[in-house]
C-alpha cells in the first residue's frame, strides 16, 4: 500500500527526512512515532503529495507520487482518507454537508451522496448529529465527522496525523478504537502520535522516527523503547 524507497527530504541544510526504506502492506495498522521534529508530519504530507521528495520514490497503492502532475493529485487524494488533528471542518456547515463535501465534486447523483453520508456517518456513531453543526459538538465529535469525511469515498488508505492531539485521554482511547475497528474493515490505517499510553496500549507495528531516520520498526511494538 505504502512503499518509501531512499526518502529524503532537506530544508536547506535541515534534514527532515534521511535515507527513508519502508514498505506498509495493505490492511496494516501502524503507529509513526518519535519527538517533536522527527519527521513524522513531513512523511505524511508526502503521501498526498503537499511536498515533494528531494530524493528517493513514494509509492502509494503502486502510484509513484513524484511523478504525478498537479492536475493528478486530486486523483491521488481520492485514494486515502487524511484525517487531521485540528478537525478542519467548515464551521458553517453541517455534520453531513461537511462530510458530502468530499464527495459532490466527483459527479455522484444526490441519492448516492446521502448513501455514502449517511452510512459514514453511522460508523462514526454520529448518525443522530448528521445536522449539528461542529461548534454544537464536543472535540470528539468533532474528530469523529473528520473520520466520516476522510471514509466517505470508501479510500483503501486512511492516514491520521495527530488525530488525538487536541482530546482528553478518554476520547483519544475511543477515536483510536474506532480507527481499529475500521482497520478490521480492511482499510489500512497510518497514524502519527506523541500519545505513549494508547501506542502501548494497542500494540501493533510501531516504526520510530528520530532525527528523521527509522530508529526502530517493530511489530506487537510499544513506544518505550529509547
Known sequence: MIKLDGLS???????????INLHIQKGEFVFLVGPSGAGK?????LLYKEEAPTKGKVFVARIDVGKLRKSQIPQ???RMGIIFQDFKLLPRQTCFDNVAYVIRALGMSSMEIDKRVLMAL????????????P????????????IARALVNGPPLLIADEP???LDPETSIEIMNLLDQINLRG???LVSTHDKIIVNKMRKRV???KNGSVIKDMYDGTYDFD
Open 187 to 189: 482499510i489500512t490505517v
Open 135 to 146: 461548534e454544537e459538538l464536543s472535540g470528539g465529535e468533532q474528530q469523529r465527522v473528520g
Open 207 to 209: 516504526i520510530y522516527l
Open 76 to 78: 491521488l487524494r481520492r
Open 122 to 133: 453511522k460508523v462514526v456513531g454520529l448518525l443522530d448529529k448528521k445536522d449539528a453543526k
Open 41 to 45: 508530519s513531513t512523511l505524511m504530507r
Open 164 to 166: 488525538t492531539g487536541n
Open 9 to 19: 527530504k532537506y530544508y536547506g541544510h535541515n534534514i527532515a527526512l534521511n535515507n
